[in-house]
């Protein structure tokens, strides 16, 4: 089974092998050998982009059932490599990058850059309670949640520099 770091090849294949484990990867991005979290939130743009044209109510339903399917994705892939939060699960990312990118659906270009930096500056951070809830809480439902809260305060930065720059 895999370490925390190291995602050997029969590990791979079995993450793979199942739909669970290919969501869980992120589509593959959380497989490259560093900076899995950057990778997936740098891939959790497309589908943003192109969807962008949608409401906020759409998003807020996109986002709501995609934290519902990564809970049970990053749950079951986490037992098919036995670490509950490997490196390689990155769907966290794409909910937590698609909530702080909420504030730049109606923004310049520049707010979407600012996103992704804000969100990956919360998730690799960790301020309180995020780094407390990332420490207790743990399984499917763990591995979302921290990825979520630093994607909330990602977007509360956000609005309130677009907020200032208007």
Do not use: N
């Not at 943003?48 to 044209?53: A, D, F, G, P, V």
């Not at 490997?86 to 990118?101: C, N, P, T, Y």
């Not at 992704?116 to 207790?136: H, T």
């Amino acid at each position: 089974m895999s370490t925390k770091y190291v995602l050997d090849p029969a590990d791979r294949r079995r993450l793979l092998a199942s739909p669970w484990g290919w969501i869980a990867c992120g589509f593959g991005s959380g497989l490259t050998p560093k900076a899995q979290g950057t990778f997936g939130s740098l891939a959790a743009i497309v589908p943003w982009l192109l969807l962008r044209e949608l409401s906020v109510p759409a998003w807020l339903v996109i986002i709501a059932l995609s934290f519902a399917l990564g809970v049970w994705a990053c749950e079951v892939a986490g037992r098919l490599l036995g670490v509950a939060d490997h490196r390689s699960l990155v769907w966290d990312e794409f909910v937590g990058q698609w909530i702080a990118l909420l504030p730049a659906l109606l923004a310049p270009w520049w707010a979407v850059a600012a996103g992704f930096l804000l969100f990956r500056l919360f998730d690799v951070w960790k301020p309180w309670p995020i780094a407390w809830f990332d420490r207790r809480v743990k399984g499917g439902f763990g591995v979302m949640l921290d990825d979520v809260i630093a994607g909330i305060f990602a977007g509360i930065v956000l609005l309130s520099i677009l907020h200032f720059v208007r």
